[in-house]
């Protein structure tokens, strides 16, 4: 009897750390593309929240602004891609700390690059 529950219990410890990689629909963005995204949203929200992009300076320097704030034109992304992507890996927590790794590592190289030129 106790072999067969300490079967019982190996089985089901095998079976509850064996994950199925989730599947992303075709409709939704890639892991690392979805990172690229977001990695280009929080630089503008920091911008706009350090008042390093302010509308004077939008009007005045249009040619290198706009394309920084319109983060789904420079990701050749649509408004509804990045919502329905956005959506999915909310639903799924375990995707999200993924791509929210890759950004950190992103955001990381990106202040190391910064402060090696200073």
Do not use: G, R, W
Request: glycine share 0%; with cysteine.
């Amino acid at each position: 009897m106790k072999k067969v529950v300490a079967l019982f219990l190996c089985t089901m410890l095998l079976a509850c750390s064996h994950k199925q990689a989730e599947s992303i629909p075709s409709t939704i963005l890639p892991k690392e593309k979805m990172a690229q995204v977001l990695v280009d949203v929080h630089l503008l929200e920091a911008m706009m929240n350090t008042n390093a992009l302010t509308p004077e300076k939008i009007s005045s320097d249009n040619a290198t602004i706009l394309p920084a704030i319109d983060v789904f034109k420079k990701n050749n992304i649509s408004k509804k891609e990045y919502d329905d992507s956005f959506d999915f890996y909310t639903k799924h927590p375990e995707l999200l700390s993924e791509i929210y790794q890759l950004v950190l590592n992103d955001l990381s190289k990106m202040q190391a690059e910064m402060m090696n030129k200073k």
